[in-house]
Every structure is written in structure tokens, then in C-alpha cells.
């Protein structure tokens, strides 16, 4: 996964907290146990400071996932450790909402507060 394919953009209104939500119900990345994939669906909610993330970019970052062998509480922490990292938001959560496999599904949720 490359952090450095995330873009940002100036926030027009960095006075003013306002939440952006994101949300990509086609996530896909592998099981590193398996090899078998993993489907998803990742929600990013931040409210962020003097940039925001350019949606295109983040798209592209998604992608990097498709082959990649990693655990569920491992997408969703790296996922915010890259946003955080790209944007610098007041604060960030990230969700990630599995599809079942073997009869059972998760969800991660991970959070970022700026002022920690």
C-alpha cells in the first residue's frame, strides 16, 4: 500500500468544523491465512483541518488493497494511519465492515482526535 498516492486538497473553510463522510461499499483485500478475498466496506469520517482528501487519489490508495494478505484490524488501522498522516484532520474514524465468511462477520472501528 502506498501512502504516497493519497492527494490532498486546501480546506475551504478551516474555521469551521464539518464532518465528511466516505464510503466505499466494494473494498477488497486477501486473507494472509488463506489467500481467499475479502470484501468489505470502508467508512471514513473526519472533520478535517487546513486540507481534505481528493477522492480520486483515495480510490487509487483502495486499490492497493485488491492483492494485499492482511487482517481486517490491520486494514483498518493502516487506512488511518495513511489518512491521518495525508490530511492531518481534527479527527478521523474509520470503520470497516466485513461480508461473512464461515457464517461470522466483524467490524473494526479505529479514531484519531487531533487534540490527544
Not at 68 to 88: H, K, M, Q
Amino acid at each position: 500500500m502506498k501512502r504516497e498516492i493519497l492527494e490532498v486538497f486546501d480546506n475551504t473553510y478551516p474555521e469551521r468544523d464539518y464532518t465528511i463522510e466516505i464510503v466505499n461499499p466494494e473494498f477488497t483485500s486477501v486473507c494472509p491465512k488463506t489467500g481467499l478475498p475479502d470484501f468489505g466496506t470502508i467508512t471514513v469520517s473526519y472533520i478535517p483541518d487546513r486540507t481534505c482528501i481528493e477522492l480520486k487519489s483515495l480510490k487509487y490508495y483502495f486499490l492497493e488493497f485488491r492483492n494485499a494478505g492482511i487482517f481486517y484490524e490491520n486494514v483498518t488501522n493502516r487506512i488511518l494511519d495513511d489518512l491521518v498522516a495525508a490530511c492531518s484532520p481534527r479527527s478521523m474514524t474509520v470503520r470497516t465492515e466485513w461480508k461473512a465468511r464461515g457464517g461470522i462477520t466483524e467490524t473494526v472501528t479505529v479514531s484519531h482526535n487531533a487534540s490527544n
